[in-house]
């Protein structure tokens, strides 16, 4: 009897819309219940809102120097006002309204070099995973060379080429985590491409670039999803360590990283200074692994049936 | 005294939408040096209530019994240390997958010789004898190359013959095979079933046969105990059970066998069986003839 | 196993030539005149400009160039400072035992910690523990290290006074470098104290660079092992009677292991990275911070050589990563 209802079941047909809202009603419910999941998209959601309203939020301009005020503690520890709840820098800037303009260039960042380095790792991949052959083995050539040397590395030398500021820091994340995908996408082409429905497709005459784009990729998309994630969290990261190292978004501009190594003079005397960016750094990043690990079980077939 | 006997045997485990229930107060018992299968289709529970006997369940299963004896001692009160002295020694079992059940890290020789070491407290040099002497039992030929191979180098029905020499190695009361032939290619399953039904002869242990399908029972069993979604459907010994079938589930299963099929389809026990063990008011009549 | 190694080494070379294609290109990529990048003079007459053009070989055709400095490459010929004059391979030989011994000790703390913390929170799956270490390990792993390593500075040196922030070791001893390990050094000399004073200065940079790698370790670790649990070959080692511990410290660890390895050795290259902040903030006079000061004093050809031989020792160590993937993995070895 219950094999009667699935018969009847499969007989109807199932419009794409339907199956998609069906696929995403169940990927809700895998990822929410992750607990670390949903927190991690609150924080996220948070950001993204603190960011986009940067100047309705921040008590005070980033910039302004209040020269009365330097070095004013937090707002709970002695000394401290709630005009500065997080106190203020070396040079009396409010700390609170920098970390929260600070927001915009991370997540600003993370999206502009993940679109980046996805977009392109895409096609690279696809490209070598469906010709192979020697356009295959160059493109795979490449992506050694890239990931032989350390990201950090590469990144300090193509800032070096490129001249140290936000655009070329960006780029340079950029290339340093855009082989991931191409492997990612390369492996994932290759393995979807020998199955039966891309030969179905390939005989009823589909194009090359329709087979690679619209009848590969999509099921590919998974595991590119959850690597996206966590070039998104790595991207802020090399961000942050470009500006630590002075290579990244120059001064006075209130980027995490920027604003870490203008106060690393000061770790010993206000540890403030020192510790509100870097947690906000550490908190982001956080929240976004977060996510990136509730997609990724979310996502993994072979992890759902525990 | 039965060598194994379980009453009203129940498992559950917890999902997502509730507990559900494998095994439904299932009763067995084999005696010593007798045959049992327990038949049923996948997800009928047969090979869980086995793995609640050696203890293979995961913790989140539970587990109730009114009683699980092995020779008279009860299984559930022993500690796991004790009760680990009892399985792999008088209680073996060897699965569905050969490969699979073989560590891929490991030469098979140490798998074997783990097992001598550990219960029989066997030196290296009586481990090597005796694993080689099991290997010739089972008929692996060059038993002591072997020893020094890793199960990938070897074909499924190698790899089975491994583990049943792993499974025998102690000498076992009883030994549970779980589907032992169902991975294998049709010109192996045959050997190894001759192979265990030969070494339970010669040993007197006593043996369950997990299966589904009906031609391992007829051959290899004294008595069948039919199970269905976690209950047992009938009991009866093997001739009886396939002259004249009590419940409706194993008429359905024996009516599905290939070779009474008639006309040019096969048919599925779901064609004959609606869930009602008991047989209906001339169902029988009926069933055979809604099949012509 | 032969063939392996070959075919890994087929696959090396090429990327080894194509690292040093990108780092010929490097200097001549830069804004500005790649004569004067690499020689260092600003200003130059017209005629001291091409007696160094011709003196670095830079007259001729570019392929030329090339192959000029791959030869000289091969023959350990990988520039020369413009800041110090000295040859950028032997300043590379001096400082590199210092980042060795830095990398060494948090790698051996990354594979102490995080594999058993890996194992436990597989095996107790979904319980406290596991919680806890995953939630530990995923703050590592999105651990800001620069961060962490100031953090650590204010508390440890600053507050507590229990390390020094840098160096590595206290200007109090003196003792000639034998190996250029310190802990090594420090204990032929015989000098009273002066090994506790190298691992002291040791302590903090190796805790901040083993960070993320821990972290790493930690979580592949226990998903490998998860993965490896619920094997049937698992199954079959609980039901030969044997005990949890050989269950799983035998039977399961030694495949969780296989993956493990690789992402072990992976993490040589995320560490030559973290060792360039590492070293920065607490002064550790290694290859990271050398090139980073080289970045600063536009000292090119440190940067040039300093790349390559990077690249080169990380895809040594990938390779040697492959040989013991092969070791571990009899499938591969037979």
């Given at each position: 009897m219950a094999d009667a209802t699935l018969t009847a079941k499969a007989a109807e047909p199932v419009s794409s819309a339907q199956m998609r809202r069906q696929m995403l009603k169940e990927f809700w419910f895998y990822f929410s219940e992750n607990r670390g999941a949903v927190i991690g998209l609150y924080v996220f959601v948070a950001l993204v809102l603190v960011a986009i309203f940067a100047s309705l939020i921040?008590?005070?301009?980033?910039?302004?120097?209040y020269r009365d005020a330097v070095l004013k503690p937090p707002a709970w520890v002695e000394g401290g006002s709630w005009t500065f709840v997080l106190g203020t820098d070396p040079i009396g800037r409010d700390i609170l309204s920098r970390l929260i303009y600070g927001a915009q260039y991370s997540l600003f960042v993370g999206l502009v070099v993940t679109t980046l380095s996805l977009a392109a790792g895409i096609i690279v991949g696809v490209i070598a995973g469906y010709y192979r052959g020697w356009v295959d083995t160059i493109i795979m050539r490449l992506m050694d060379m890239i990931l032989a040397i350390p990201s950090l590395l590469l990144a300090l030398v193509l800032v070096t080429i490129l001249g140290a500021g936000l655009n070329s820091a960006m780029i340079a994340i950029a290339v340093t985590l855009q082989p991931h995908f191409v492997r990612l996408t390369r492996a994932a082409v290759m393995a979807e491409k020998s199955r039966d429905y891309v030969t179905a497709a390939r005989i009823a005459g589909a194009s090359p670039l329709r087979l690679m784009f619209r009848t590969i990729l999509p099921n590919c998309t998974a595991p590119l999803i959850v690597q996206a994630t966590m070039s998104f969290s790595n991207a802020i990261l090399d961000l942050a360590a470009l500006g630590f190292l002075g290579m990244g978004v120059q001064p006075p501009s209130p980027e995490w990283g920027t604003m870490l190594a203008e106060a690393r003079e000061f770790i010993l005397r206000a540890w403030w200074v020192v510790t509100f960016p870097g947690l906000a750094i550490l908190i982001t990043v956080l929240a976004i692994n977060l996510m990136g690990d509730g997609l990724r079980d979310a996502l993994d077939p072979k992890l759902k049936r525990s | 005294m039965s060598l194994l006997q379980i009453d009203n045997l129940t498992v559950e485990f917890e999902t997502s939408t509730g507990w559900f229930r494998a095994v439904d107060g299932v009763s067995v018992s084999v005696d010593k040096a007798e045959v049992l299968a327990i038949v049923g289709e996948s997800g009928s529970g047969k090979s869980v209530s086995m793995l609640a006997v050696m203890g293979l369940l995961p913790d989140t299963a539970k587990i109730t019994a009114d009683r699980m004896l092995f020779e008279g001692k009860d299984i559930q009160s022993l500690s796991g240390t004790e009760r680990r002295k009892l399985i792999g020694k008088d209680i073996a079992m060897i699965f569905q997958e050969p490969i699979a059940s073989l560590n891929p890290c490991f030469t098979v020789g140490f798998q074997i010789e783990e097992v001598l070491r550990i219960?029989?407290?066997?030196?290296k040099k009586e481990r090597r004898a005796r694993a080689i002497e099991l290997f010739k039992q089972v008929g692996l030929p060059n038993p002591e190359e072997r020893m020094n191979a890793f199960p990938h180098q070897m074909s499924g029905g190698q790899c089975q013959r491994v583990m049943i020499a792993i499974a025998i190695a102690c000498n076992p009361k009883l030994l549970i095979a779980d589907e032992p032939t169902t991975a294998l290619d049709v010109t192996i399953q045959k050997q190894i079933l001759d192979l265990i039904m030969d070494l339970q002869a010669r040993t007197g242990m006593g043996l369950i046969m997990i299966t589904h399908d009906m031609g391992v029972v007829a051959e290899t069993a004294d008595r069948v105990v039919v199970q269905y979604k976690g209950r047992k459907m009938e009991e009866a010994d093997v001739l009886s059970l396939f002259e004249n079938p009590k419940s409706n589930y194993t008429k359905a299963l024996l009516a599905a066998l290939p070779e009474n099929a008639t006309g040019d389809r096969l048919t599925t026990v779901s064609a004959f069986f609606d869930g009602n063990p008991e047989p209906a008011p001339s169902a029988g009549a009926s069933a055979a003839g809604a099949f012509a | 196993m032969f063939g392996f190694l070959l075919r890994r080494l087929a696959v090396l070379i090429p990327t080894f030539i194509g690292v040093s294609i990108i780092a010929f290109s490097f200097i001549r990529l830069l804004p500005g005149d790649p004569v004067a990048l690499l020689s260092g003079e600003r200003v130059m007459s017209p005629e001291r400009h091409a007696q160094i053009s011709a003196q670095l070989g830079m007259d001729r055709p570019m392929v030329i160039q090339y192959f000029d400095y791959l030869g000289g490459v091969l023959t350990g010929d990988f520039g020369t400072s413009i800041v110090s004059k000295k040859p950028v391979l032997d300043q590379f030989l001096t400082l590199f035992p210092a980042t060795v011994e830095l990398s060494f000790c948090a790698i051996i703390i990354a594979v102490a910690l995080g594999i058993p913390a890996g194992i436990i929170a597989a095996v107790k799956r979904g319980s406290i523990f596991d919680q806890g270490l995953m939630g530990i390990a995923l703050v590592g792993y999105s651990m800001p290290i620069f961060w962490w390593g100031l953090l650590l500075i204010i508390l440890f040196?600053?507050?507590?006074?229990?390390?020094?922030?840098?160096?590595?070791?206290?200007?109090?001893f003196y003792f000639p470098q034998v190996t250029g390990f310190m802990l090594i050094d420090s204990l032929i000399s015989g000098q009273k104290g002066a090994f506790a004073s190298a691992l002291s200065h040791l302590a903090l940079p190796s805790i901040v660079l083993s960070t993320i790698p821990l972290a790493v370790i930690a979580r592949q670790t226990r998903s490998a092992m998860l993965e490896v649990l619920s094997e049937d070959y698992v199954r079959t080692a609980r039901a030969k009677g044997l005990s949890p511990f050989r269950v799983i410290g035998v039977h399961a660890l030694r495949n969780a292991m296989i993956p493990v390895v690789t992402t072990v050795g992976l993490q040589v290259g995320v560490m030559l990275a973290g060792a360039i902040l590492t070293e920065t903030i607490f002064s550790w006079p290694g290859i990271g911070k050398w090139i980073l000061d080289s970045v600063f004093r536009r000292d090119y050809a440190v940067i040039q050589g300093g790349l390559l031989l990077i690249a080169a020792i990380i895809m040594t160590v990938n390779l040697i990563v492959d040989l013991l993937y092969g070791l571990v993995n009899p499938r591969i070895r037979h």
């Open positions: 921040a008590p005070h301009s980033p910039f302004e120097q | 219960h029989l407290g066997l030196g | 040196s600053g507050i507590l006074q229990w390390f020094p922030v840098t160096g590595r070791i206290s200007l109090m």
